[in-house]
């Protein structure tokens, strides 16, 4: 529990710091930390398993990651700046690529797991089964999660370009 204290007191002193909820340790930690409390809280009267410890320590590290990240590109980004007037359109372009390759792993990722999950069990017990093995779980799943969270962005981006290759992206995607 004290690691969960840590961390909501380290994502509530960054959003103070950066004077906004619009930064990465309040998106995508936050919402962790609010399940985790719900789930240990409230669903584990009605017969959901606690979240255990060691848990805490993950969200632990991945907040102290996100913060060191940020504060580290605000740094850098000050030494830049001056050398470069235009990088707010360099930085956002090379942001897109790279949510735009990341996007590709993860539909590579999920089609290697679901092929691989179709050749062990078959079709034949993965439609018995209503193709619950295809929910998202395990590293594929987490991947999937966070890929959502990164799409509005690409679909932003296509919305301002109208390029067909980030609407191809999203259609591949979500399908």
């Known amino acids: 529990m004290v690691y969960l204290v840590i961390t909501v007191l380290m994502i509530g002193l960054y959003t103070i710091k950066r004077h906004s909820f619009m930064n990465a340790a309040f998106l995508f930690a936050a919402p962790y930390v609010l399940i985790i409390l719900l789930n240990n809280n409230v ?70 797991d679901i092929f691989v999950t179709v050749k062990s069990i078959g079709l034949a017990t993965l439609y018995d089964d209503d193709f619950e093995a295809l929910q998202l779980s395990g590293f594929a799943g987490h991947l999937t999660l966070l ?29």
């Open 43 to 112: 669903m584990v009267e009605s017969g959901y398993y606690p979240i255990k410890e060691a848990t805490f320590k993950t969200l632990f590290v991945f907040t102290t990651g996100l913060i060191a990240g940020s504060m580290l590109r605000l740094v850098l980004k000050r030494r830049i700046v001056f050398k470069n007037s235009n990088l707010d359109s360099v930085v956002i372009e090379n942001s897109i690529y790279k949510i735009k390759g990341f996007l590709w792993f993860v539909i590579i990722v999920r089609l290697i």
């Open 147 to 175: 890929g959502t969270a990164m799409a509005p962005y690409i679909y932003k981006h296509y919305l301002k370009n109208k390029n067909k290759s980030d609407l191809l992206l999203l259609l591949v995607f979500s399908g």
